[in-house]
């Protein structure tokens, strides 16, 4: 799927807040932007065909063998990948929970796969967009231990406190991919960084299919310095989830608005008086605000959509404005 995801702000002429997009709105990027510039000759060259030294660094950060990593162009492409690379060996069945990420079963459709609950391939996002919750470690080897294939994206795992699997752990378990993604650990989703860890013989099969040149000169930089720098974008982990749990307990007041619980930043909503697409006209037009409609997730509705915890001042406008809105109030942002 091209379209239909969050942060679309380029649809609007002026978003202020951008609530659509799981990733954290103002992360410090000032250290990254000033090396990133220095960094500005390495677009007069080819990068390197296989970024090597980010693959060693992510080894190193997440205690696993070089053999085991192989960086793609952003979490997106990796499902790809690994979707092309299972099915060209003959897999042919997958399965997922929705509603989740809609990449997988999309993916799985291009290369032929029909869905079975005893697939060859089972694809599991935990944490879960757009729900927000974690699968918990009994789950995640039952599911282990029923497919041959596990494919495990953890792109959102540093967006909550709940116990997460460590890429060790995983590793211990047959058969299982793990996606991860340091564009969103880092804050910065337009360096478009993604990596896979899998047994060795695994990640060999999946390089063996990728094309050279994959990952340009500017990400591999950027990436490399981040890991190396111990760079922290992000603000405190528990203060953040704790404003979250505020803005779901301010939206859950709101007559006409029910939220789901969630163990991360993001929470999938429900509203009843009008469609998701509605209100998320409404918000970017008159307020500024952008939400992301989750009507296209399989298995949720045109009244479904989710929200990503910002700055307090800016979620207590969003609840504001979304009361607004059900009260019949004109809207118009001062």
């Not at 997106?76 to 979707?83: M, N, P, Q, R, S």
């Not at 116990?163 to 058969?175: D, I, N, R, V, W």
């Not at 060999?204 to 922290?232: C, D, Y």
């Not at 009008?274 to 918000?283: G, I, P, V």
Request: negative net charge.
């Amino acid at each position: 799927m091209i379209e239909g995801h969050g942060d679309d702000r380029f649809r609007y002429a002026d978003i202020r807040m951008n609530f659509s997009s799981n990733i954290y709105g103002h992360a410090d990027l000032s250290e990254l932007y000033r090396f990133m510039h220095g960094r500005m000759d390495s677009i007069a060259s080819y990068p390197a065909p296989s970024p090597k030294e980010l693959e060693r660094e992510l080894a190193r950060e997440y205690e696993v063998d070089e053999e085991n990593v192989m960086v793609t162009n952003g979490a997106t492409e990796a499902i790809y990948h690994t979707a092309s690379t299972l099915r060209a060996f003959g897999h042919k069945t997958y399965k997922v929970f929705h509603p989740t990420f809609s990449e997988y079963a999309d993916a799985s459709r291009i290369y032929g796969y029909a869905y079975a609950d005893d697939a060859h391939v089972c694809w599991l996002c935990n944490p879960n967009n757009p729900t927000g919750g974690v699968t918990d470690r009994t789950s995640v080897e039952q599911l282990a231990e029923r497919h041959p294939w596990l494919v495990v994206d953890l792109s959102y795992e540093d967006y909550t406190l709940q116990p997460m699997m460590s890429a060790k752990e995983l590793m211990a378990l047959p058969q299982v991919i793990q996606i991860r993604s340091l564009t969103k650990r880092y804050a910065v989703p337009g360096l478009r960084l993604g990596f896979i860890i899998a047994p060795t013989d695994i990640i060999a099969i999946l390089k063996r299919f990728f094309r050279p040149w994959a990952i340009s000169s500017l990400a591999l930089e950027g990436g490399v310095w981040l890991l190396t720098h111990r760079q922290v974008n992000m603000p405190d982990r528990q203060s953040y989830l704790g404003e979250a749990q505020r803005l779901r307990s301010l939206l859950n007041e709101v007559d006409g608005i029910e939220v789901m619980p969630t163990a991360t930043n993001f929470m999938l909503c429900t509203i009843r008086q009008a469609t998701s697409a509605q209100l998320k006209e409404h918000l970017a037009t008159h307020h500024g605000m952008l939400i992301r409609d989750a009507s296209n997730f399989e298995g949720l509705t045109d009244h479904h959509f989710r929200v990503a915890a910002q700055l307090p001042e800016e979620n207590d406008a969003l609840v504001a404005a979304i009361r607004d809105y059900l009260n019949g109030g004109n809207g118009i942002r001062p």
